[in-house]
């Protein structure tokens, strides 16, 4: 099946900082699936690297206080459609983040707590109907 998967975890140096969480278990789902890589944030506009941002509420919030919720939103939208467009029914999603997190999302106030919650993409594909994993959890659902 075609699973849409955050490209961070693929390898791709998209995170905040530049780098990536390459997680060769996923990796290895490519013998098997078609893994379709997606960085919501990239695909906003955002820049690579990039302050790192959090959930405020409605809003998403980058340290120096710039509100960056619509290049999230955008990039939510632009990740759906490829998603669609590859009728991904699956997403393997990072924990934790602001965009991809499911469940559990930093708490906007950049001291590394955690709350419950979701990140702004994990939202929108859940309210689509995407069923969401995670690097901790995929192997129990694919
Ligand atoms: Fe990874 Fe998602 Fe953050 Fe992009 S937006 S770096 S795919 S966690």
Do not use: W
Not at 19 to 44: A, F, M, S, W
Not at 101 to 125: C, H, S
């Amino acid at each position: 099946m075609n699973i849409v998967v955050s490209a961070c975890l693929l390898g791709v140096d998209c995170r905040y900082c530049g780098d990536n969480c390459k997680n060769e278990e996923i990796l290895k789902l490519r013998e098997e699936h078609t893994l379709i890589p997606v960085c919501p944030e990239q695909l906003g506009g955002l820049t690579t690297p990039r302050l790192p941002s959090e959930r405020q509420g409605d809003l998403v919030i980058a340290k120096d206080g710039k509100d960056v919720t619509k290049a999230f939103q955008d990039g939510a939208n632009q990740a759906l459609y490829v998603s669609k467009l590859y009728e991904c029914e699956t997403a393997i999603l990072k924990k934790n983040s602001p965009s991809c997190g499911f469940g559990v999302i930093y708490d906007g106030t950049f001291t590394g707590n955690k709350v419950p919650g979701d990140g702004v993409t994990a939202e929108l594909f859940n309210q689509h109907g995407i069923r969401i994993l995670n690097e901790d959890n995929f192997k129990e659902d694919i």
